[in-house]
């Protein structure tokens, strides 16, 4: 039987997300990759209860997570809960629906009513919830009125079946139009989900950092490390046994000599905070104060233990911001 490390709550950092009541441990366990049903589930469930026991609250999933078929990471998500129901309601639980889900008209990737209420039903059964904390629109829909994909997730909060609801990939002026209709329905719209990193830092040219922080909302930011990237693993080079070796990754047309040399250069600075490359990386994207949670995934727990030290260095100076800076500008 688990029981969690009763001090687990004087190992994290948590955030007011927005305006909100609510606060993120400001890292989160993102269960996109390596929670299908091909994975080993002792260790699924391992790295799990790891995060918690460090006091990670955050679980983040998506009705379409999950190797080889959609819905396998809410399942074995709900399998994991079985052993930590007492704990239910000290966690942060959030789902998606957004993307492609089922064969026809109304799995398909949008955002209408009709899919997005449909899914989270059936992501509460995969999960065995009555409620999930946030439900997201997990990527805009040029097809449908927004003021439905809107009215969609007000209603579900509405039945009680979210607390909060937010979106996933909306850029600022995305996000703007869904708040005000927001704002009229009086919607619990707390939080934008984009990917966000030293090497990917579109939500600061598109300005949508700038509008969330000064608007109550707050960014859960994915793919931080930049699909590994910002890790130790590629400074040498590529390793057979990494995603861009096995080619599991679109980011390997990225790695170039002139990236590695970026990468070491970074991983220099990293070394005088006494950090890893990743633990900065992450430390820099909680460093913006629209960011409220980082997102990290993991194929194995000590990867979540390494990530989490990232909070005792969260600090970073002038001097090491303008270094930063001039590497990344290059």
């Known amino acids: 039987m688990y029981i969690a490390d009763e001090k687990r709550y004087e190992k994290m950092v948590y955030n007011r997300c927005g305006k909100s009541g609510l606060k993120l441990s400001a890292l989160s366990l993102g269960l996109w990759q390596n929670f299908g049903s091909k994975g080993c589930f002792a260790n699924m469930e391992q790295m799990v209860h790891t995060a918690f026991d460090l006091g990670i609250t955050c679980f983040d999933l998506a009705n379409n997570y999950g190797h080889p078929y959609n819905g396998s990471a809410e ?38 009513r009709k899919y997005l209420i449909a899914s989270l039903d059936q992501s509460l059964k995969r999960m065995g919830l009555e409620y999930v904390d946030i439900y997201y629109h997990h990527i805009f829909d040029p097809n449908t009125p927004l ?6 997730l007000d209603h579900v ?123 900065m990386a992450l430390s820099w994207v909680l460093h913006n104060e629209a960011v409220a949670t980082v997102l990290i995934g993991a194929s194995r727990p000590e990867q979540i233990v390494e990530n989490v030290a990232c909070i005792e260095k969260l600090a970073f100076s002038d001097e090491e911001i303008a270094q930063l800076e001039q590497i990344l500008a290059e």
């Open 147 to 152: 003021e439905e994909t809107a009215e969609a």
């Open 157 to 279: 909060v509405r039945q009680g079946k979210a607390l909060y609801v937010g979106i996933s990939n909306y850029n600022k002026e995305q996000t703007e139009n869904i708040q005000k209709i927001f704002k009229e329905l009086r919607t619990p719209f707390v939080v934008n989900q984009p990917s966000y990193s030293m090497l990917n830092r579109w939500v600061e040219r598109d300005g949508l950092d700038k509008y969330v922080a000064e608007n109550g909302v707050s960014l859960a930011v994915f793919s931080p490390l930049f699909q590994g990237l910002l890790t130790n693993k590629y400074l040498n080079g590529v390793p057979a046994d990494s995603r861009v070796g096995r080619g599991d990754t679109w980011i390997g047309k990225e790695l170039n000599d002139a990236v590695v040399a970026k990468l070491n250069r970074l991983n220099a600075i990293a070394e005088q905070r006494g950090q890893k490359l990743s633990q």
């Open 75 to 112: 399942e074995n998500f709900g399998r994991i809960l079985n052993g930590m129901r007492a704990y239910r309601d000290e966690m942060c639980i959030s789902t998606k629906a957004g993307y492609e889900m089922w064969p026809g008209p109304y799995g398909d990737r949008n955002g209408s």
